[in-house]
């Protein structure tokens, strides 16, 4: 199985809906984070978390909320999408080192 | 304002032979830097890292050099093989900012068989 899954895989969505994406892990590491990538760009922080409480806003969170509903979850939220946040985003986990694990991504497409 | 850049979007190599990827750096502050291989529908997985103290780090086929003085390293890979094409990132972070990675944008390798 899996250290780091993620749901959906794919999402296609219209202007202006809510979407969540979730974000489990079961490497027990207390750091987690969500990036995208978009072509031609390396991976782009947008929020990250150091524990349950600890929440953080990375390079790119406009846009963007997070919760850190237990250890192992930390799903991300776009209130209203957009057609520019079409793009692949990855969750990590990390423990204090840092290496960091990622999940297979979620392709979402905004209409 | 790109910090990591990775000029080539793509390389060829023969199977055999030597890869060598590139990237280069702006902030002489960074403490860490880290190679990833990503391979299509998949997240990136690490490969090999150098802390900014050393100038080679070598784990089997991979070796990373570190000229702190250019603001250069690479990933040497020898000998390549089919499974290594890929897209490889490198990574660098700050001690300072709890080690969030500065990625670059990827060059995609190609082994020719």
């Known amino acids: 199985d899996a250290d780091v899954t993620q749901t959906p895989r794919n999402r296609i969505t219209k202007t202006g809906k809510r979407i969540m994406l979730e974000c489990s892990q079961t490497k027990g590491h207390d750091r987690m984070y969500w990036y995208r990538q978009d072509p031609g760009l390396g991976l782009r922080l947008i929020y990250y978390s150091f524990d349950v409480k600890d929440i953080n806003k990375g390079e790119i969170s406009d846009g963007y909320s997070v919760s850190r509903q237990a250890q192992a979850k930390f799903s991300l939220s776009l209130e209203s999408a957009i057609p520019n946040q079409t793009a692949l985003y990855f969750c990590a986990t990390s423990d204090e080192a840092n290496e960091q694990f990622f999940g297979p991504g979620t392709r979402l497409t905004v209409l | 304002d790109q910090q990591v850049k990775q000029n080539s979007p793509s390389l060829s190599v023969q199977e055999g032979r030597i890869s060598i990827l590139n990237c280069d750096y702006t902030?002489?502050?960074?403490?860490?830097f880290l190679w990833y291989k990503k391979y299509p529908a998949e997240g990136p997985t690490f490969l090999i890292s150098i802390s900014s103290i050393k100038d080679k780090n070598e784990d089997g086929r991979f070796t990373v050099f570190l000229n702190k003085s250019a603001k250069h390293l690479s990933l040497h890979i020898v000998p390549s093989q089919p499974g290594d094409s890929a897209v490889y990132f490198c990574?660098?972070?700050?001690?300072?900012?709890?080690?969030?990675?500065?990625w670059g944008a990827g060059t995609k390798l190609i082994i020719k068989p």
């Open positions: 990574a660098a972070a700050l001690m300072d900012s709890n080690y969030q990675l500065i």
């Open positions: 902030n002489s502050m960074f403490d860490y």
